[in-house]
């Protein structure tokens, strides 16, 4: 299954005259580049990364990458991997937009680094030791900067938050999927802190992200007998994983073989093109290489 990553619009342009080979983990014949790291090369993610719809999801690739693919990349990929890194902590600190995933992600990557160079003759790490010695210390001082940031409060004279009616802030709450979203707003203002903690709120985003049969074994109840929704939902998700959503994500069209961005679109030349279209989420993408 090859993989040609040719259109500029899609933001993946590999090297000159070449092409990214992929495959599914039942596929046994492979040609071509058939390793994480070797893709990884080739995907113009530092270009990705610029795009906030697609920030979110180069990050968690990133993540998953640090929590147990880092020994798989080659000495190359290893190099673009902190490059793209560098570039991402750069842009979080320029404009002080999604510190906290990027915190997860250098908490994931220092762990990880931590136990492999503690375990130096045990585990495969390519590469001197005191060049992963000075990432981790790279690392270490990007969580700090990151510890230091000081977000500018945006003058602005113009229409707020606190100037929209109730209903559209409850809205606006009921939109997010992500528990941590809605606590980081609900410290903005005293209303919107009584509107987050609406039991009603949690209650749908426990029922978004989780099963019922998972309810059940998590169950917590308040001295009334009342279910907490919003401990339920930190709890499940400490054992279950959440759905991740992004605001645009790889696709792969199945006719052409070709990887591309949901939102860039591609020009398939099949009677069908929408049932050949695969979405390709940042666990999808290590998988195709496992084999």
Known sequence: MTIYSTLESVNLQPKKGKRITLGKAQILKRHGYCTLGEAFNRLDFSSAIQDIRRFNYVVKLLQLIAKSQLTSLSGAAQK??????DKIVQKVL???????LIKDLLQDLSSTLCILIRGVGKSVLIGNINIW?????TILNWQQQLQNLQMNKQVNNGLTLSDLPLHMLNNILYRFSDGWDIITLGQVTPTLYMLSEDRQLWKKLCQYHFAEKQFCR?????????IEWKLMYFALQKCYPIKEQYG???HFCRHCSILFWKDSGHPCTANNPDSCFMPVSPQHFID???F
């Open 133 to 137: 010695i000075c990432r981790l210390e």
């Open 218 to 226: 998590h169950l917590i109840l308040s001295e009334k007998g009342h």
């Open 80 to 85: 673009n991997y902190f490059n793209i890194l």
């Open 94 to 100: 320029d404009d002080q937009q999604n510190p906290r």
């Open 288 to 290: 195709l290489f496992k």
């Open 248 to 250: 645009d994500t790889l």
